[in-house]
């Protein structure tokens, strides 16, 4: 039974699950926009505006709660120093999902542009 669970699972174990949040927000922190499946776009949304909210307070425990997060030193810096300033008049909605047209060939899976807003 599914009685209050709120999260997808994508057939994955919880260790499995985080690894893939962590590399979808690699890939869009370092990219600022990845092309992935509306299912994991609309899952890691709100684990990258977490980061996001984290980058904006800037002070030394947010970046460590980030790099507990998101291993990788590189990627925090940049959080830090060029994505979260740019939202600093704003309170929320960092990311836009933009739906695509067509459908991935193997699986035909609904695909997604996951981005940063500007």
């Known amino acids: 039974m599914r009685h209050r669970v709120k999260k997808k699972h994508f057939d994955?174990?919880?260790?499995?699950?985080?690894?893939?949040y962590r590399s979808l927000a690699r890939a869009l922190i370092m990219e600022e926009r990845i092309e992935t499946s509306l299912q994991k776009a609309k899952a890691v949304r709100p684990f990258v505006e977490k980061l996001i909210n984290l980058g904006k307070k800037g002070d030394l425990s947010s970046r460590r709660l980030a790099l507990s997060l998101l291993p990788d030193r590189r990627v925090v810096k940049r959080?830090?120093?060029?994505v979260a300033p740019r939202f600093e008049n704003r309170n929320?909605?960092?990311t836009r999902i933009i739906r695509l047209p067509e459908r991935?060939?193997?699986?035909?899976?609904?695909?997604?542009?996951l981005e940063l807003v500007e």
Do not use: N
Request: charged share 40%; with cysteine; net charge neutral.
């Open 92 to 94: 929320g909605g960092y």
């Open 12 to 20: 994955r174990t919880k260790e499995q699950r985080l690894a893939l």
């Open 104 to 113: 991935r060939k193997g699986d035909g899976c609904e695909l997604a542009i």
């Open 79 to 82: 959080l830090f120093e060029d």
